[in-house]
Nanobody, 120 residues
Framework: QVQLAESGGGLVQAGGSRRLSCTAS????????MGWYRQAPGKQREFLAV???????NYASSVKGRFTISRDNAKNTVYLQMNFLKPEDTAVYYC??????????????WGQGTQVTVSS
């Protein structure tokens, strides 16, 4: 079993910054990728950014240049630094991790989500 714990959400003014964290714990052998998604009210969950075990990153065009994903492999933790936030960034932000447990079996888990609200 693998658990993902997110933190860092909250209220921020437009133009401000916020950093989200997500730590994976449990019976983990390896993590291939860790990423961030968000879901605004009435909208589908959308991809934001991903970091792979090889060190490569990929971003959605909507956040490229404003958001930066980084990863601490030793801590099984991924971060999302969000700058120049806009009211339309208001959403619940979710962490996702894919990898293998110690059995080994593949896993794909989601965090519980953390709310980010950007006020105008």
């Amino acid at each position: 079993q693998v658990q993902l714990a997110e933190s860092g959400g909250g209220l921020v003014q437009a133009g401000g910054s916020r950093r989200l964290s997500c730590t994976a714990s449990g019976s983990i052998l390896s993590i291939n990728s860790m990423g961030w998604y968000r879901q605004a009210p009435g909208k589908q969950r959308e991809f934001l950014a991903v970091s792979t075990s090889s060190g490569s990153t990929n971003y959605a065009s909507s956040v490229k240049g404003r958001f930066t994903i980084s990863r601490d492999n030793a801590k099984n933790t991924v971060y999302l630094q969000m700058n120049f936030l806009k009211p339309e960034d208001t959403a619940v932000y979710y962490c996702n991790a894919e990898g293998f447990t110690r059995k080994p079996l593949p896993f794909n888990y989601w965090g519980q989500g953390t709310q980010v609200t950007v006020s105008s």
